[in-house]
């Protein structure tokens, strides 16, 4: 069964960047395509992007150039970097498996929060 | 505004039926048959219930079904039970880019 928890800093002050992890254990990086979703507290769901273990990434065009994206296969982990964050960027980050064809495992999220 | 369009609240007594739509364009819903509707309890994570606009992933119950007809897509739920009160997202790929509904809040009455 594959699973996936993401970490980070959980509050980011505002103009700066925000960094998350997510660990894929339970299966390889290799097999699949690998999202980030993220969701506004009370709001509904949006897609910031997927990374294939090659590295080719797409991502949504609403957040312009703020977007990177990376893999590590030998840990077995994935990476989302936004910069110059505001208060418009606090949500539960998700980390997930798949890409535009459907999200089949997703961790279990994690709230950031942008304040000074 | 999301890119999908999904009525806000839909609702069904304990085994009746209800149908969620989804409405986009010939960009996304129409234009792939790469949608996928997901589940999503409070505080929870969204389950996926349904990909590739019809299929169901291994454990999600046949009560669980889906179509698209243009650029609609539609989930239904049959025999509904009370742990089906959730809300439901579907989701499109739109060519390098996945889109998203606003959602539907489904109440077992």
């Known amino acids: 069964q594959v699973q996936l928890q993401e970490s980070g800093p959980g509050l980011v002050k505002p103009s700066e960047t925000l960094s998350l992890t997510c660990t894929v254990s339970g299966g390889s990086i290799t097999s699949d395509y690998w999202s980030w979703i993220r969701q506004p507290p009370g709001k509904g769901l949006e897609w910031i992007g997927y990374i294939y273990y090659s590295g080719t990434t797409n991502h949504n065009p609403s957040l312009k150039s703020r977007v990177t994206m990376s893999v590590d296969t030998s840990k077995n982990q994935f990476s989302l970097k936004l910069s110059s964050v505001t208060a418009a960027d606090t949500a539960v980050y998700y980390c997930a498996r798949g890409g535009g064809g459907g999200n089949s495992y997703w961790g279990q999220g994690t709230l950031v929060t942008v304040s000074s | ?109």
């Open chain 2, 1 to 109: 505004q999301s890119a999908l369009t999904q009525p806000p609240s839909a609702s069904g007594s304990p085994g009746q039926s209800v149908t969620i739509s989804c409405t986009g364009t010939s960009s996304d819903v129409g234009g792939y048959n790469f949608v996928s509707w997901y589940q999503q309890h409070p505080g929870k994570a969204p389950k996926l219930v349904i990909y590739e606009v019809s299929k169901r992933p291994s454990g999600v119950p046949d009560r669980f079904s889906a179509s698209k007809s243009g650029n609609t897509a539609s989930l239904t739920v049959s025999g509904l039970q009370a742990e089906d009160e959730a809300d439901y997202y579907c989701s499109s790929y739109a060519g390098n880019n996945v889109v998203f509904g606003g959602g539907t809040k489904l109440t077992v009455l």
